[in-house]
């Protein structure tokens, strides 16, 4: 064990050193989502990646893949959260699976204190395949308590419905006032994921940042969502903001990222693909 009363303090005259940032966000099982694929994506993008943990979600693969939620104690987080706020200065933060009210209240309050630069919500409502009546208090808590802290959020399709109000979202106008109308209740800066949930061959992405608007846009890679995506995408931007990039070009990076672990997908026994990581790297 490392004694840090006497832990070496980098100085000037030290080689450059990456990035850090934080994600605070649950265990992914199989390892295609959640802090798994945060820590990956910060590696792959030249960022020092921490983790404060907040559950650890399985599958069952004898009843139909569905989820297993195991929250963490609470004690437990806010000591992964003091260790880490103490070792490292953090360039940004990244926020997944918080996954209860608790949870929420525990990281809100560190949050508060902390009051990162770059704070970017992946605003994690429902686990996929669960009923979003099962999780209404956890998703209002989300809304009051961590929203309001956030610089960056990226809503999929469900959450852009739900954040914004909309009863529907099915085309890029949609998609777009979807955007505006998060940027007006949230003042954070959005990269609203319309993805293979809007018609048509290219998956579409919508920024804005009050000012600025722009669709981004690649060629779908099939029409079912890959795991890991809204995790990668999250975690990408929190990367080139931590790198000193701007909003727009940190939303146009980590789009590029996301899709080149599409194109480069790992399929496996269960009833999804997962995104790697690793598909930008082994494209150049």
Request: hydrophobic share 45%.
């Amino acid at each position: 064990m490392t004694d840090t009363t006497t832990a070496p303090v980098p100085d000037a005259a030290s080689p450059a050193q990456p990035p850090v940032a934080l994600t605070i966000a649950g265990s992914e099982a199989t390892g295609g989502a959640g802090a798994q694929a945060d820590l990956k994506t910060f590696q792959e993008l030249g960022v020092f990646g921490s983790l404060a943990l907040t559950c650890i979600v399985s599958f069952d693969p004898n009843a139909d893949w569905g989820h297993r939620l195991f929250p963490v104690p609470q004690d437990v987080l806010r000591e992964q959260l003091e260790a880490i706020t103490a070792a490292h200065a953090l360039d940004a933060v990244k926020i997944g699976m918080l996954g209860s009210p608790e949870t929420i209240a525990t990281t809100a309050e560190a949050l508060a204190a902390l009051r990162p630069e770059h704070l970017v919500l992946d605003p994690v409502l429902i686990c996929k395949g669960q009923e979003p009546g099962a999780a209404l208090d956890t998703d209002e808590a989300l809304k009051a308590r961590i929203l309001p802290l956030a610089t960056f959020v990226t809503p999929n399709h469900f959450e852009a419905l739900s954040l914004s109000g909309m009863d529907e979202i099915s085309t890029v106008d949609h998609l777009e006032e979807a955007a505006r109308r998060i940027h007006e209740t949230s003042g954070a800066v959005v990269l609203a994921k319309g993805g293979v949930r809007l018609a048509g061959p290219d998956a579409v992405d919508v920024f804005y940042d009050g000012t600025n608007l722009e669709i981004l846009s690649e060629p779908k890679v099939g029409e079912v969502p890959v795991a890991g995506a809204g995790c990668t995408l999250a975690a990408a931007v929190a990367a080139e903001l931590a790198k000193g990039a701007a909003p727009l070009e940190a939303a146009r990076t980590a789009k590029a990222f996301v899709s080149a672990g599409i194109r480069q997908r790992l399929s496996s026994r269960a009833p999804f693909d997962s995104l790697w990581q690793g598909g930008s790297a082994a494209e150049q």
